[in-house]
């Protein structure tokens, strides 16, 4: 013996090896289980293994069934006569019992609870309380009606006694006599059969399966079953029912069955009552009958237009809706009076003194004899079929499809659940909503201005179709309106139609078995696919259920297929669960983390990025610093070759010369040239000094400080030197160009290449524009040529020269390239042609 849990078979083996037990009967007290057979009895022990007990010291006597009580420990029997029980105390006395019944040959007997012991004989039943040791004993032919019963046993079920055997079942009240027999149906062949807390009887049979019954179903009546009902309603103090092809019937309250009221084969549109005019007016396709004050039929009607399909009092007249239109007829002659055009209109009421209409696109009334939209609703475009008044603010508004209404004529609300539903005829009690519809009855209560959805009647809980036509509330029955007749439903109604459970009956995990409340290993990019299941009795066996996954969602979801997946779900610990009918299930498992996924190994990640980042950190700002020392070394360089560039330009040849010549204009009388000399000169010896603070300078500017500088010189050889400045007219004059550069080469020129010619001397300086980063400057005399040696001035010239431009290059900011060489191949006169190429590299620092 054993049980089952999540499809996996778990056995109680017996703790003594390869000794098989042969029990006859088992018994349960409490918690304990205990197995009874000829001679030995057996206790599941703390181990969960069979361990037998001994209980009888006595050797005249042989075992019968060991006993779980505080004063008996076991049934034992004579072995010279069996017909003798006894009882065995915990001091191990023997206390005879009389009852004949108690016999070895008895076919089933065991403990039921801790104080009660039953036996089964094939002519009756009895019980032992051990208690008192009071013995009952009945028969079956008393009891059951029957004089022998096979497989007779008794059981505890939901905590009452029960009694089975073949075709019948029966529960025993507190002095264990039967108070509610069931017997069930030979050809069957049931032989055991137990009645379930929801009143459901449950039938195994030998060979024909297991059957269910349930006895709470015989409190739902039904009547005129081969008939279409189309309403139940109230009309005045009648109950009417609109049978189609019989007529109106009326409810009979003593005997609570419908009867004939009024007959008609007609299409029966509706039965209405008029409190002002006090008429019930009950409307076919082709007549109208109208019966007031309830007396005999007073007033019949011919009809052979269509004057009104239902009908509402207003202002003194009664309008009546048809096929398109409505129509005011006069109260009591039912006289027509005036038509009105409205296409679709199925339904009228009154509210506060305004009569709407219900058609196929919203709510009209009627205002200043006219029919008309309702302003505030403009946007509210249902097909409205029926219109109820709930008070004098609030309207409840049928749709075919679309749900139900709550509406006060400035707003319209959809009442919570009715999503879809096709709904007519609502039956308002008090402050309760019994709304008919596809999907069976929805139950509202009316609270704070609002209804609340209370309670849902359907297949599932009873009703034997989906589709309702018409409710009317009477007592605590509902009068159900249906295509299948007449129900009178128990608002209290328990339905026995069981959900018993629901499952997982197959998880998959990366296309894997998961075993639930279990672990298994994260897989990147995998799939949770779960098949839910139930065990449902319930007539209509459509699974619908909620589920949600925790912690990921927190709301439930409503579902109705068997097929759930999960995707991308990270590591962790989740728990899924499920509830339906009542019935809540919760099924935890966790998808662990590779090593690369754990904590641990995300804390170690981070701390090695933060440890990277800080040496990065200290690497990049160590090397800003140092390239920030370079930067301030080469500054401190580039500023002492720009003094050396001074001081070579500034040199005492230049000066001495300059101030010779000035002298020299002084002394001739020449005061306006020695004038302009002077001033040439002072202004390039101003220049000199403000462009040794200067990195870089304008091409305009560079040209306008060697025009002065040249215009000085040729002033001091007596027009024996002439110069050329050309510039590219593409060339951006206001570019710049490093500073302190081209003056020391104009100056070779001039002293050491025109200076030495017996001839008048030319200088030419050209600007020529490679492309939008580079320009060519090219320094031409057609003097004696370019040789010096170390010792020589011009060498210490061009050495200081070669290292600003190694500074420059340096920088970043230039790429320059210098080139020398005669300027022609004349022998006397070769000159000498300096060209630099300038490359900008970036605007920065510029």
Same mark, same amino acid.
Request: with cysteine; hydrophobic share 35%.
């Given at each position: 013996?054993?049980?089952?849990?999540?499809?996996?078979?778990?056995?109680?083996?017996?703790?003594?090896?390869?000794?098989?037990?042969?029990?006859?009967?088992?018994?349960?007290?409490?918690?304990?289980?205990?197995?009874?057979?000829?001679?030995?009895?057996?206790?599941?022990?703390?181990?969960?293994?069979?361990?037998?007990?001994?209980?009888?010291?006595?050797?005249?006597?042989?075992?019968?069934?060991?006993?779980?009580?505080?004063?008996?420990?076991?049934?034992?029997?004579?072995?010279?006569?069996?017909?003798?029980?006894?009882?065995?105390?915990?001091?191990?006395?023997?206390?005879?019992?009389?009852?004949?019944?108690?016999?070895?040959?008895?076919?089933?007997?065991?403990?039921?609870?801790?104080?009660?012991?039953?036996?089964?004989?094939?002519?009756?039943?009895?019980?032992?309380?051990?208690?008192?040791?009071?013995?009952?004993?009945?028969?079956?032919?008393?009891?059951?009606?029957?004089?022998?019963?096979?497989?007779?046993?008794?059981?505890?079920?939901?905590?009452?006694?029960?009694?089975?055997?073949?075709?019948?079942?029966?529960?025993?009240?507190?002095?264990?006599?039967?108070?509610?027999?069931?017997?069930?149906?030979?050809?069957?062949?049931?032989?055991?059969?137990?009645?379930?807390?929801?009143?459901?009887?449950?039938?195994?049979?030998?060979?024909?399966?297991?059957?269910?019954?349930?006895?709470?179903?015989?409190?739902?009546?039904?009547?005129?079953?081969?008939?279409?009902?189309?309403?139940?309603?109230?009309?005045?103090?009648?109950?009417?029912?609109?049978?189609?092809?019989?007529?109106?019937?009326?409810?009979?309250?003593?005997?609570?069955?419908?009867?004939?009221?009024?007959?008609?084969?007609?299409?029966?549109?509706?039965?209405?009552?008029?409190?002002?005019?006090?008429?019930?007016?009950?409307?076919?396709?082709?007549?109208?009958?109208?019966?007031?004050?309830?007396?005999?039929?007073?007033?019949?009607?011919?009809?052979?237009?269509?004057?009104?399909?239902?009908?509402?009092?207003?202002?003194?007249?009664?309008?009546?809706?048809?096929?398109?239109?409505?129509?005011?007829?006069?109260?009591?002659?039912?006289?027509?009076?005036?038509?009105?055009?409205?296409?679709?209109?199925?339904?009228?009421?009154?509210?506060?003194?305004?009569?709407?209409?219900?058609?196929?696109?919203?709510?009209?009334?009627?205002?200043?004899?006219?029919?008309?939209?309702?302003?505030?609703?403009?946007?509210?475009?249902?097909?409205?079929?029926?219109?109820?008044?709930?008070?004098?603010?609030?309207?409840?508004?049928?749709?075919?499809?679309?749900?139900?209404?709550?509406?006060?004529?400035?707003?319209?609300?959809?009442?919570?659940?009715?999503?879809?539903?096709?709904?007519?005829?609502?039956?308002?009690?008090?402050?309760?909503?019994?709304?008919?519809?596809?999907?069976?009855?929805?139950?509202?209560?009316?609270?704070?201005?609002?209804?609340?959805?209370?309670?849902?009647?359907?297949?599932?809980?009873?009703?034997?179709?989906?589709?309702?036509?018409?409710?009317?509330?009477?007592?605590?029955?509902?009068?159900?309106?249906?295509?299948?007749?007449?129900?009178?439903?128990?608002?209290?109604?328990?339905?026995?139609?069981?959900?018993?459970?629901?499952?997982?009956?197959?998880?998959?995990?990366?296309?894997?078995?998961?075993?639930?409340?279990?672990?298994?290993?994260?897989?990147?990019?995998?799939?949770?696919?779960?098949?839910?299941?139930?065990?449902?009795?319930?007539?209509?066996?459509?699974?619908?259920?909620?589920?949600?996954?925790?912690?990921?969602?927190?709301?439930?979801?409503?579902?109705?297929?068997?097929?759930?997946?999960?995707?991308?779900?990270?590591?962790?610990?989740?728990?899924?669960?499920?509830?339906?009918?009542?019935?809540?299930?919760?099924?935890?498992?966790?998808?662990?983390?590779?090593?690369?996924? /754990?904590?641990?190994?995300?804390?170690?990640? +981070? &701390?090695?990025?933060?440890? =990277?980042?800080? *040496?990065?950190? %200290? $690497? !990049?700002?160590?090397? /800003?610093?140092?390239?920030?020392?370079?930067? +301030? &070394?080469?500054?401190?360089? =580039?500023?002492? *070759?720009?003094? %050396? $560039? !001074?001081?070579?330009?500034?040199?005492?040849?230049?000066?001495?010369?300059? &101030?010779?010549?000035?002298?020299?204009?002084?002394?001739?009388?020449?005061?306006?040239?020695?004038?302009?000399?002077?001033?040439?000169?002072?202004?390039?010896?101003?220049?000199?000094?403000?462009?040794?603070?200067?990195?870089?300078?304008?091409?305009?500017?560079?040209?306008?400080?060697?025009?002065?500088?040249?215009?000085?010189?040729?002033?001091?050889?007596?027009?024996?030197?002439?110069?050329?400045?050309?510039?590219?007219?593409?060339?951006?004059?206001?570019?710049?160009?490093?500073?302190?550069?081209?003056?020391?080469?104009?100056?070779?020129?001039?002293?050491?290449?025109?200076?030495?010619?017996?001839?008048?001397?030319?200088?030419?300086?050209?600007?020529?524009?490679?492309?939008?980063?580079?320009?060519?400057?090219?320094?031409?005399?057609?003097?004696?040529?370019?040789?010096?040696?170390?010792?020589?001035?011009?060498?210490?010239?061009?050495?200081?020269?070669?290292?600003?431009?190694?500074?420059?290059?340096?920088?970043?900011?230039?790429?320059?390239?210098?080139?020398?060489?005669?300027?022609?191949?004349?022998?006397?006169?070769?000159?000498?042609?300096?060209?630099?190429?300038?490359?900008?590299?970036?605007?920065?620092?510029?």
């Amino acid at each position: 013996m054993g049980y089952i849990l999540d499809n996996v078979v778990h056995n109680f083996v017996n703790k003594e090896a390869d000794v098989s037990i042969d029990p006859i009967y088992s018994g349960f007290t409490g918690d304990s289980l205990i197995l009874s057979g000829t001679f030995r009895s057996h206790k599941l022990n703390s181990d969960f293994k069979w361990e037998e007990i001994d209980y009888n010291f006595h050797k005249d006597f042989s075992n019968v069934s060991y006993l779980s009580h505080k004063k008996y420990k076991g049934i034992v029997r004579s072995v010279l006569d069996h017909d003798k029980l006894n009882l065995v105390t915990r001091d191990n006395n023997l206390h005879p019992l009389q009852d004949s019944l108690f016999t070895f040959n008895s076919h089933s007997r065991g403990q039921l609870t801790d104080s009660l012991y039953v036996g089964n004989s094939n002519d009756s039943y009895g019980f032992i309380n051990f208690n008192n040791l009071e013995t009952r004993r009945y028969t079956y032919e008393s009891e059951l009606n029957v004089p022998f019963l096979k497989y007779s046993r008794l059981h505890l079920a939901n905590n009452n006694i029960q009694l089975t055997g073949e075709h019948v079942v029966a529960m025993l009240d507190d002095s264990l006599k039967a108070i509610e027999v069931v017997h069930i149906p030979i050809e069957l062949k049931s032989h055991y059969s137990f009645i379930d807390k929801e009143n459901t009887v449950w039938i195994a049979t030998f060979s024909n399966g297991i059957y269910k019954y349930s006895l709470n179903e015989r409190l739902i009546k039904k009547e005129l079953s081969h008939f279409k009902i189309s309403d139940i309603k109230r009309v005045n103090e009648k109950i009417i029912a609109l049978v189609s092809g019989k007529g109106f019937y009326e409810l009979n309250e003593k005997t609570n069955t419908f009867q004939p009221y009024m007959d008609s084969n007609d299409f029966l549109y509706d039965a209405e009552y008029i409190k002002e005019t006090n008429t019930s007016h009950f409307i076919t396709k082709k007549n109208i009958f109208s019966i007031i004050k309830n007396d005999s039929l007073n007033l019949k009607f011919d009809v052979d237009n269509e004057r009104a399909r239902s009908m509402t009092f207003y202002k003194g007249f009664i309008y009546g809706h048809y096929t398109v239109g409505i129509k005011k007829i006069a109260p009591y002659s039912l006289e027509k009076i005036k038509p009105y055009s409205l296409s679709g209109v199925r339904c009228s009421t009154t509210m506060d003194d305004r009569l709407i209409f219900g058609g196929s696109n919203g709510l009209y009334e009627l205002v200043n004899d006219k029919i008309i939209g309702i302003e505030s609703l403009t946007n509210f475009k249902k097909p409205v079929i029926d219109i109820a008044r709930v008070n004098d603010k609030t309207l409840i508004v049928s749709t075919s499809g679309y749900g139900v209404y709550q509406t006060d004529l400035n707003t319209i609300e959809l009442l919570e659940g009715s999503e879809f539903l096709k709904s007519n005829n609502p039956c308002i009690v008090k402050n309760e909503l019994y709304i008919p519809t596809n999907k069976g009855i929805y139950n509202y209560k009316y609270l704070n201005g609002k209804f609340r959805f209370k309670q849902l009647w359907n297949n599932r809980n009873g009703l034997p179709t989906n589709k309702i036509n018409g409710i009317e509330k009477v007592n605590n029955e509902l009068l159900v309106a249906t295509n299948q007749g007449i129900i009178h439903y128990p608002i209290d109604y328990i339905s026995s139609q069981s959900l018993l459970d629901i499952y997982v009956d197959k998880a998959l995990y990366a296309n894997h078995d998961l075993k639930l409340n279990n672990n298994t290993t994260y897989i990147p990019d995998s799939d949770l696919q779960l098949v839910i299941n139930n065990i449902d009795y319930r007539v209509n066996k459509k699974m619908y259920y909620e589920f949600r996954l925790l912690p990921t969602q927190k709301k439930w979801t409503v579902a109705n297929s068997s097929n759930l997946t999960f995707s991308d779900l990270s590591p962790g610990e989740y728990n899924l669960e499920l509830r339906s009918g009542g019935i809540n299930k919760s099924f935890k498992f966790q998808l662990e983390p590779r090593w690369y996924q /754990s904590w641990w190994f995300y804390l170690i990640t +981070l &701390l090695t990025v933060v440890t =990277l980042i800080i *040496l990065v950190t %200290k $690497a !990049l700002t160590k090397r /800003s610093e140092e390239k920030k020392n370079k930067d +301030l &070394l080469q500054a401190q360089k =580039l500023s002492e *070759l720009q003094l %050396k $560039a !001074l001081r070579s330009q500034m040199n005492p040849h230049f000066v001495f010369n300059s &101030l010779t010549a000035i002298q020299y204009y002084i002394n001739e009388n020449d005061f306006e040239t020695s004038d302009r000399y002077l001033v040439k000169f002072s202004r390039l010896i101003r220049e000199f000094f403000e462009l040794s603070k200067e990195q870089h300078i304008t091409i305009k500017r560079e040209i306008e400080l060697l025009k002065n500088y040249l215009d000085l010189e040729s002033l001091r050889f007596n027009k024996k030197l002439h110069y050329q400045i050309e510039v590219d007219p593409t060339l951006n004059l206001n570019d710049f160009i490093p500073s302190m550069l081209l003056q020391p080469i104009v100056e070779n020129a001039v002293n050491h290449g025109i200076f030495n010619k017996s001839v008048t001397g030319l200088i030419i300086v050209k600007f020529v524009k490679l492309d939008e980063k580079q320009i060519q400057i090219h320094i031409i005399d057609d003097g004696v040529g370019f040789k010096f040696k170390k010792d020589d001035v011009r060498y210490k010239s061009s050495s200081v020269l070669e290292d600003r431009l190694r500074y420059l290059k340096a920088s970043g900011l230039w790429e320059i390239e210098l080139k020398r060489g005669p300027a022609s191949s004349d022998i006397e006169y070769p000159g000498h042609e300096v060209i630099f190429n300038l490359k900008k590299l970036s605007n920065e620092n510029l």
